[in-house]
């Protein structure tokens, strides 16, 4: 188990988060909050929400790795770190392994489709995470080396594959 006081300092006074590694300010967000936003997205843009989401979430996964300083030479140490550091955001549980052509990304009970209900016509929530894992690789891999693939969204597991292209 992790102690969140380990990560965060909270001052409740000034209504102040700050991760404690990187020194900066952050909020948190309820998974049912979060599936409001999504739902209204969708109900905004339509289709064109996941669209959104899957840059807002390629932004985010390539800002955050950058501000982790997390790449590694020794890639499997990166991974390691990624699958670690979505595990304690609390997205689910993450694993990533390697496969012949690239990486599997499994995510048990994640945070983005878990929680949304029924709403199966609108489990968009994957292509922010879908997204995410794009911003990672292109700062692994580089832009135009890699391809992302949605194999499965649902409530009991999400996986995604990575698939490297030389
Ligand atoms: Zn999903």
Redesign the pocket.
């Known amino acids: 188990m992790v102690d969140i006081e380990e990560q965060y300092d909270i001052d409740d006074k000034e209504g102040i988060i700050v991760n404690k590694r990187f020194g900066q300010r952050s909020f948190f967000l309820g998974a049912n909050e979060w599936n409001s936003l999504i739902e209204k997205l969708h109900g905004t843009f339509s289709s064109g929400a996941a669209v959104i989401l899957y840059d807002i979430g390629k932004s985010y996964g390539a800002s955050s790795l950058e501000q982790e300083k997390a790449i590694d030479a020794d890639l499997q140490l990166t991974i390691d770190l990624l699958s670690r550091e979505s595990r304690v955001a609390g997205w689910g549980k993450v694993g990533i392994t390697r496969t012949e052509k690239g990486f599997a990304v499994r995510i048990q009970r ?1 945070v ?2 878990s929680a949304s209900g029924n709403h199966r016509e609108i489990q968009i ?2 292509f922010f ?1 879908k997204g995410v894992i794009a911003g990672f690789a292109e700062l692994l891999f580089g832009s135009g080396h890699f391809n992302v693939e949605e194999i499965h ?2 409530k009991d597991c ?1 996986e995604f594959v990575v698939i490297l292209s030389g």
Request: charged share 0%.
């Open positions: 994640c983005f489709c929530g994957c995470v969204c649902g999400c």
